[in-house]
């Protein structure tokens, strides 16, 4: 498979479907759980999760009058005013009215906000943009910048530049990271501590090529072997996305291949406020779900029993509404009305090696 990833400042906050939501309560007590430490608790993380957003209500002059978002409640408590905005498009995708409908007939809860530990429920998505443009936030555009304009005299970022090697003391302290620029391949050198935050595949690659994994495969490869530890790149979690498309006669991303269409979209995403599809991320409307009946009492009794090693309020199914693109047919300019369904309690694991 293909792992799009975002080879820039920001990461893969770069080119993501954008949506901001938070773990449930039952996941973070889990954790707190397994490491013995109730500081992982929902509660507890909350604090921190609060300084480090701030939220805007959507623009309703802007916005659709029937893809009005819900009040939200405690909003300080959730949200305190930090450098990551968040905030609704001024651009609802038409499509996503119908789902809301949708929904609601299913019986899916109406819930104000993701960012409160519970997530069953369906609702338009907050996304992580600028409220008075619509411009995509990044972890570059939110903490990196106000790291700058704070004039943080300790902050250096080396731009264009790949970690190729942790290298450490003769006691196993790492001491410094050999980095590429271009053609230059030169040292880093650290006073106190190295902090490896390469990501689920660069972070256990990373420790690979420093010495730091399974011993046979480190042999493989002809690595020196520093420390043979055999849990990293092992254990990967992921699940799948599966898309299901309509052409549903409504304004999506396929109108974009008009010209006319596009160009104006275009002009407008220059104005402040912004209120053009350019605005629009992709996937604005989120709902998750138990897999219900009569779908749950055909499953085996290994498949349920492994269901309930998840915590009791964690998703089973997480739906995306979305607008996907459709290449190929020639001034296609209809509208696509899309469903990215997500099982979200994968059991099979994987691994990331050199």
């Not at 019986?107 to 906000?113: D, K, L, M, P, Q």
């Not at 275009?266 to 104005?271: E, G, K, M, P």
């Not at 138990?290 to 492994?306: F, G, H, I, Q």
Request: contains cysteine; hydrophobic residues 35%.
């Amino acid at each position: 498979m293909h792992y799009a990833r975002g080879k820039t400042l920001g990461g893969s906050s770069a080119l993501n479907a954008n949506i901001y939501n938070r773990g449930t309560r039952g996941s973070y007590q889990q954790w707190a759980d397994l490491v013995g430490d109730d500081s992982y608790e929902f509660d507890n993380w909350l604090p921190f999760f609060a300084k480090g957003t701030n939220y805007t209500t959507p623009n309703t002059t802007l916005r659709a009058a029937n893809a009005s978002v819900p009040t939200l409640g405690n909003v300080f408590a959730q949200y305190s005013g930090g450098p990551v905005h968040i905030s609704h498009s001024n651009f609802a995708l038409p499509f996503t009215s119908c789902a809301n409908q949708a929904f609601a007939a299913f019986g899916f809860r109406n819930i104000s906000t993701f960012s409160n530990g519970e997530l069953l429920g369906a609702q338009y998505a907050p996304a992580v943009l600028r409220p008075d443009s619509n411009q995509r936030e990044t972890s570059e555009s939110s903490y990196l910048e106000t790291a700058f304009i704070s004039g943080l005299s300790n902050l250096k970022v080396y731009t264009h530049t790949l970690a190729l090697q942790v290298l450490f003391s003769e006691n196993k302290t790492a001491t410094s990271v050999m980095v590429r620029t271009g053609t230059a391949d030169y040292f880093l050198t650290a006073r106190k501590e190295i902090i490896l935050s390469g990501g689920a595949f660069q972070s256990p690659q990373l420790l690979m090529v420093s010495g730091i994994g399974p011993a046979e495969t480190l042999a493989k490869h002809n690595t020196t072997l520093l420390a043979d530890r055999h849990g990293v790149g092992q254990n990967m979690w992921d699940h799948i996305d599966i898309e299901v498309t309509w052409k549903v006669g409504l304004d999506g991303f396929n109108t974009l291949a008009n010209s006319t269409f596009a160009a104006q979209q275009a002009r407008l995403f220059q104005n402040e406020p912004a209120s053009s599809m350019y605005g629009s991320y992709g996937a604005d409307y989120i709902g998750w779900e138990k897999l219900p009946e009569p779908y749950r009492s055909n499953l085996s009794s290994t498949a349920v029993s492994e269901l309930t090693a998840f915590p009791a309020d964690w998703p089973e199914i997480e739906y995306e509404i979305a607008s996907v693109y459709m290449s190929g047919v020639e001034g296609d300019y209809n509208g696509y009305g899309t469903f990215v369904i997500v099982p979200v309690t994968p059991t099979s694991r994987g691994n990331i090696t050199l």
